[in-house]
């Protein structure tokens, strides 16, 4: 992976620098068919995330490797660091979603390498991550811990004829991090979201354009599942302030009216079930599912 284009002059430092990252999946394609392993897990945009990190990490690590070998220290020195104002701009989730495959994905496949060299590296691609919890915490990968597939009902034929469903996915621990920090700080949001063991979401519609969101959540534990309980019922207050009324109240289960609808919560074990809909008769049916 690691010996390219020494002989020639007219590429500057940078321009090595990419070519031996963009090489290297030239490399990872032939050899592993990068297409294939994507289009496994086309319904699971955490899974692919996931994926692109070990793609991402591997490259970054070569190219990395590269740049100690054969660049002078001071044309090292002048690659670190490049601002990008676009991206500072960008929303939370899509700055945290555009960086995770270069930085965490890095870290995930810098462990791999400690602990197993390219040998480990390459076997990842037979068997890839499959959460980005798995690359934020690459000790879960290595020990076998798989995220759970969890699947959610007919959430539309619940609501009623004048439903449908526009999209059902995973949204995975990255994602959770960033929806709660957003509110609570990052910090809060890493520890809140750390317990992940799996989700699955639907974002639906009415024919009036009114949009309802179930997520059913699995956690490590109970205590990990309350930790996410108590936080995402912070975000609520946060968000909404005075304008949140508390309208049900009881061990394990909250709702809200808020400006954005009814928001409502429940714990049951290590699942948490969040609902957003648009009326108090929509998060019946669903409570009721």
């Not at 063991?197 to 205590?223: I, K, P």
């Not at 809909?277 to 669903?286: G, I, K, N, S, Y």
């Amino acid at each position: 992976r690691v010996l390219l284009v020494q002989d020639a002059p007219h590429i500057g430092p940078l321009q090595r620098v990419v070519l031996a990252h963009e090489l290297t999946h030239a490399l990872q394609d032939q050899h592993f068919d990068l297409t294939a392993i994507e289009r496994r897990v086309a319904a699971n945009a955490d899974a692919a995330l996931a994926i692109t990190a070990l793609a991402e990490g591997d490259a970054t690590l070569t190219a990395t490797l590269f740049a100690q070998a054969h660049l002078p220290e001071r044309e090292r020195a002048a690659l670190v660091g490049r601002p990008s104002p676009a991206l500072d701009a960008s929303p939370p989730i899509l700055r945290r979603q555009a960086l995770f495959p270069y930085r965490e994905g890095a870290n995930f496949v810098v462990e791999l390498y400690r602990r197993g060299g390219f040998a480990l590296v390459n076997a990842a691609y037979r068997n890839p991550p499959l959460a980005t919890a798995q690359v934020l915490h690459p000790e879960r990968y290595l020990a076998g811990h798989w995220p759970e597939r969890l699947r959610l009902s007919d959430v539309a034929t619940t609501l009623g004829p004048s439903w449908r469903s526009l999209r059902e996915d995973t949204l995975g621990e990255l994602s959770l991090q960033v929806l709660l920090g957003q509110f609570l700080g990052p910090a809060i949001g890493e520890d809140a979201a750390a317990g992940w063991s799996g989700d699955r979401y639907q974002l639906l519609e009415d024919d009036r354009g009114r949009l309802a969101l179930v997520l059913n959540t699995a956690w490590d534990t109970e205590s990990d599942a309350g930790d996410f309980f108590n936080a995402y019922a912070r975000v609520v207050r946060h968000r909404f302030g005075e304008a949140a009324t508390l309208v049900v109240e009881a061990p394990s289960l909250l709702w809200w009216s808020t400006p954005s609808g009814v928001v409502q919560m429940r714990a049951s074990g290590r699942n948490v079930v969040v609902a957003i809909t648009p009326d108090l008769a929509a998060a019946r049916a669903v409570a009721e599912e």
